[in-house]
């Protein structure tokens, strides 16, 4: 990608046109297609942790407007607003979930994730669950799709009560082991994968 003549975008900049943009409500970053920019020295770490030139941003004000114009675009995480679009760097999910409410039992159940930018989204069809493996280490990445193709990463400890949770199903001819949400299975692990 080309990046346009004139002054790059901040994040002082892109804070003061992100409270602009959502001033009236939910920025609708998914209609927004500016001019890309270029890319910006601003990465979100696994653990949820957003960098702006190498430094924590220590302010979650700032960090929850931030969120609030991310924009997923195949493999590419960008921060938009109306009149501007740049690149920043993604260690795994951009967003993480932080807790879950539980509801109900077994079919019936309903789980109710918060992120750490205070996003929050229903397990169900419009919001699945992911259960992946980190290349790294093998132990389970989960995940929780918050909107418009933006994952929460679920942090270890929501990841270990919401296991205390599972049950065993036929899923696709197989018996697996999960959890139930909005009267929808989400296969973690086949239970024949699991010790006896």
């Known amino acids: ?17 992100a409270k602009l ?9 998914r209609l927004w297609n500016p001019p890309f920019c ?6 979100i770490a696994r653990d949820g942790t957003w960098f702006y030139l190498g430094t924590p941003i220590g302010r979650a004000p700032l960090v929850k407007l931030f969120s609030s114009i991310l924009k997923r675009e ?4 960008f921060l938009v607003t109306p009149v501007e ?20 039992q077994g079919r019936d159940q309903t789980l109710t994730f918060t992120t750490k ?13 992911r259960f992946a493996r980190n290349p790294d280490t093998g132990e389970p990445a989960p995940y929780i799709l918050i909107r418009s193709n933006l994952e929460a990463l679920i942090d270890r400890k929501s990841f270990f009560r919401l296991i205390e949770l599972g049950c065993h199903e036929l899923h696709a001819g197989q018996r697996w082991f999960g959890v139930w ?9 086949p239970s024949s994968d699991l010790p006896e």
Request: hydrophobic share 40%; proline share 13%; glycine share 10%.
């Open 21 to 29: 943009a959502t001033a009236k409500g939910p920025a609708p970053v």
């Open 117 to 129: 930018t205070e996003d929050t989204a229903i397990a169900g069809p419009d919001h699945p669950l």
């Open 181 to 189: 949400s909005s009267g929808q299975f989400f296969p973690v692990i």
């Open 1 to 17: 990608m080309t990046t346009p003549p004139g002054p790059k975008p901040t994040a002082d900049t892109l804070a003061a046109a």
């Open 74 to 77: 195949g493999d590419a995480y």
């Open 38 to 43: 270029g890319d910006i020295d601003m990465r």
């Open 85 to 104: 679009k740049v690149g920043i760097c993604v260690d795994d999910a951009p967003l993480l979930a932080i807790d879950f409410e539980a509801a109900g």
